[in-house]
C-alpha cells in the first residue's frame, strides 16, 4: 500500500485512522510504504507549510515511524520523478494500490489499471475497481 502525502494527513484533518481502516477496507494484513518522494513532500510541509500543516506533519512524521516502510532503494524508474509521477509508476510497477485524496491522480490510476484508496464524503475510505 503506498500513500500519498495528502492521505497521512487524514488522520489530522479528519480524523480517521487510516491505519486501522485501510486493513478493514481490504479486508487484511497491509504493509503500508512510502516513497522517498513523499517523504521529501512531508519534509518540506514540515518547514515551509502554514503552522496547522506543521503541527500534522510532525504527528504524521510519528505515524510514519510506527507504520510505514520507507523504501530507501527504489527502482531506476522512479528515482528522479515528482511524487504523483513516482506513485503512477511504482504502482504499475508493482500492482500496488495507492491511497490517495488527489482526483486526478485517482483518475490517472484508474485509468492505467491501478487501483486506489480515497476519501469519500468526508468521512468514508473507498477503493477503486
Given at each position: 500500500m503506498l500513500l500519498d502525502t495528502n492521505f497521512l494527513l487524514l488522520p489530522f484533518q479528519r480524523h480517521?485512522?487510516?491505519f486501522e481502516e485501510i486493513p478493514r477496507l481490504v479486508g487484511?494484513?497491509?504493509?503500508?510504504?512510502?516513497?522517498?518522494?513523499?517523504?521529501?513532500?512531508?519534509?518540506?510541509?514540515?518547514?515551509h507549510g502554514t503552522t496547522k500543516e506543521r503541527k500534522a506533519v510532525?504527528?504524521?512524521l510519528m505515524l510514519v515511524e510506527q507504520y510505514c516502510q520507507i523504501l530507501e532503494e527504489t527502482p531506476p524508474s522512479i528515482k528522479n520523478l515528482d511524487?504523483?509521477?513516482a506513485l503512477l509508476n511504482?504502482?504499475?510497477e508493482?500492482?500496488?494500490i495507492v491511497a490517495t485524496n488527489d482526483g486526478q491522480l485517482r483518475r490517472k490510476l484508474v485509468n492505467q489499471g491501478s487501483r486506489a484508496i480515497f476519501l469519500r464524503k468526508l468521512a468514508v475510505l473507498a477503493l477503486t475497481g
Open positions: 480517521i485512522d487510516i487484511g494484513h497491509v504493509q503500508f510504504l512510502l516513497l522517498p518522494q513523499i517523504l521529501s513532500e512531508l519534509r518540506w510541509l514540515e518547514t510532525k504527528s504524521t511524487a504523483d509521477s511504482f504502482a504499475q508493482t500492482g500496488a
